[in-house]
């Protein structure tokens, strides 16, 4: 199966000269769906990891069940205001705008070998926040996986330091 043509191109969202990934339409195919998890779950099956992070919102949509296929727990990063508990929190800029990132302040604990997912790597801004907020609460990022790589935003730069796989590259 073609992934790439399961995920549908949205000109101008969520600005103008943005053609944003929706991969909604991948996930609404379960052949498609199942067969990216799979995919991104047997790149892991071997790594030495307690925890998968997601981060908001659809690094849940693919984190829940690569943690499920992995027999991991899973750790949520979300949007400010969203963690009923203490949180930490972390700051980043993206191709179109800035935010921040939070994590309960009791979801890592020294020592903690954890593995982030997300959709799309783009500039790297989102997934270098999440790599903060682990690393400050003294976890290790044994890898980063993205459904996606918008290979010519080069986030992968500033993530030299650690593991990244992406499944599909553009």
């Known amino acids: ?18 053609i944003f990934k929706d991969i909604t339409t991948m996930l609404k195919d379960p052949a498609a769906f199942k067969e990216a998890i799979d995919h991104m779950a047997e ?9 998968v992070v997601g981060i908001e919102a659809r690094g849940f949509i693919l984190g829940a069940p690569i943690a499920l296929a992995l027999n991991k727990g899973f750790i949520p990063v979300r949007k400010p205001g969203k963690l009923p508990a203490e949180t930490v929190v972390a700051s980043y800029e993206l191709e179109y705008g800035t935010n921040q990132v ?8 020294e020592g903690d070998k954890v593995l982030i997912i997300d959709d799309l790597l783009a500039t790297g801004g989102t997934v270098s926040a ?7 609460l003294g976890g290790e990022v ?13 986030g ?12 599909l590259q553009e």
């Open 1 to 18: 199966m073609n992934l790439k043509e399961t995920i549908r191109n949205i000109p101008d969202f969520p600005k103008e000269g943005v």
């Open 43 to 51: 790149k892991y099956k071997d790594c030495d990891i307690d925890y």
């Open 102 to 109: 939070e994590m309960h302040q009791d979801a890592i604990t």
């Open 130 to 136: 999440a790599v903060d907020l682990v690393e400050r």
């Open 142 to 154: 044994i890898g980063i996986g993205f459904l996606l790589e918008l290979c010519f935003l080069k």
């Open 156 to 167: 992968r730069d500033i993530l030299s330091n650690y593991d990244v796989f992406s499944l």
